[in-house]
T-cell receptor, first 113, second 114 residues
Framework: TAGITQAPTSQILAAGRSMTLRCTQDMRHNAMYWYRQDLGLGLRLIHYSNTAGTTGKGEVPDGYSVSRANTDDFPLTLASAVPSQTSVYFC????????????FGPGTRLTVL | GQQVMQIPQYQHVQEGEDFTTYCNSSTTLSNIQWYKQRPGGHPVFLIQ?????EVKKQKRLTFQFGEAKKNSSLHITATQTTDVGTYFCAGRVLLEANAGKSTFGDGTTLTVKP
């Protein structure tokens, strides 16, 4: 089984451009999450979804949007990228949003110039 | 909002020495999870603690959850080079029955000198 996949692996993006980071899981998990990890820091929650059709804001949601049209996919969109969005982005999923472990994807390394 | 502090930020040990990282939350948690991230990798789940005062062991790793459910620790006995990585705690508060949000600490990066 693939588990949780992310695409692209890495990307260099010009400031002001838009981009969608893709995340897909095949574990039929209800909850999905997007985190960013800056050098030397922990993971900060951007947006989350506890079930298909619902989303919520995390600690650092500004400049990002998400959608959860189905169980498997949870894309993250940067409408107009800025250099401060340079980071490694991790998507994660868990069976539910309360007591289950989170499975992380391999990450997307994004550089905004 | 909820804050989770983790100390120390870095720890360098000689192989065979013990290692401990501490996690403190500004709010009472429903549960706490611990993850390990190897350099260049993604976080991997280690364990979850739910009950007040809970202690769990995994071989050389001992995890504790405080009585007030606001702090936790991870202790590694006799470190090995394979223990190298960054250890994160993630404190979770429930929003409703099956939903919650996790706040990660900034992690403790462990290096082990052979």
């Amino acid at each position: 089984t693939a588990g949780i996949t992310q695409a692209p692996t890495s990307q260099i993006l010009a400031a002001g451009r838009s981009m969608t980071l893709r995340c897909t899981q095949d574990m039929r998990h209800n909850a999905m999450y997007w985190y960013r990890q800056d050098l030397g820091l922990g993971l900060r929650l951007i947006h989350y979804s506890n079930t298909a059709g619902t989303t919520g804001k995390g600690e650092v949601p500004d400049g990002y949007s998400v959608s959860r049209a189905n169980t498997d996919d949870f894309p993250l969109t940067l409408a107009s990228a800025v250099p401060s969005q340079t980071s490694v982005y991790f998507c994660a999923s868990s069976l539910d949003g309360a007591y289950n472990e989170q499975f992380f994807g391999p990450g997307t390394r994004l550089t905004v110039l | 909002g909820q804050q989770v502090m983790q100390i120390p930020q870095y720890q360098h040990v000689q192989e065979g020495e013990d290692f401990t990282t501490y996690c403190n939350s500004s709010t009472t948690l429903s549960n706490i999870q611990w993850y390990k991230q190897r350099p260049g990798g993604h976080p991997v789940f280690l364990i979850q603690l739910v009950k007040s005062g809970e202690v769990k062991k995994q071989k050389r790793l001992t995890f504790q959850f405080g009585e007030a459910k606001k702090n936790s620790s991870l202790h590694i006995t006799a470190t090995q080079t394979t223990d190298v990585g960054t250890y994160f705690c993630a404190g979770r508060v429930l929003l409703e029955a099956n939903a919650g949000k996790s706040t990660f600490g900034d992690g403790t990066t462990l290096t082990v000198k052979p």
